[in-house]
């Protein structure tokens, strides 16, 4: 009751095939694995840039990637940048609001203006 040179060659054939397709699914599995932690680290640097991070790879050392997901569209959960600016403030800057405007009134251009006119005139005796 053995099996004939031809069925066993097909099966031989088949387990092959199915062989090689799972190599194929375990690659492109590996490939999409990559691209969401390229996605995942990229979206947790860009968290880090808009909270005024001095240092993405310093930061990063200090977050735990594992606990991180993406949610919808670049949505991040499990990322506490907060505990992060807690223990190493100095990787951060503050954030600071500025004034619209130079800082400087018509008063002070005027001034300016006829320092640097009087110092041309100086120049020229």
Do not use: C, H
Not at 91 to 106: A, C, D, I, N, Y
């Amino acid at each position: 009751m053995g099996l004939g040179s031809q069925a066993a060659g097909k099966i031989l054939d088949a387990f092959e095939a199915v062989q090689a397709e799972n190599e194929t699914l375990a690659a492109e599995k590996a490939a999409l694995e990559e691209l969401e932690d390229v996605r995942r680290t990229s979206a947790v640097e860009k968290a880090i840039w808009e909270a005024g991070g001095k240092n993405s790879r310093a930061i990063l050392a200090l977050v735990d990637l594992s606990k991180v997901r993406l949610d919808g569209k670049n949505g991040l959960s499990g990322l506490d940048l907060e505990a992060v600016k807690a223990d190493a403030p100095y990787l951060f800057t503050e954030k600071e609001e500025r004034t619209r405007g130079t800082g400087t009134t018509r008063g002070q251009r005027r001034r300016e203006s006829e320092i640097s006119e009087a110092f041309r005139r100086g120049l020229r005796r």
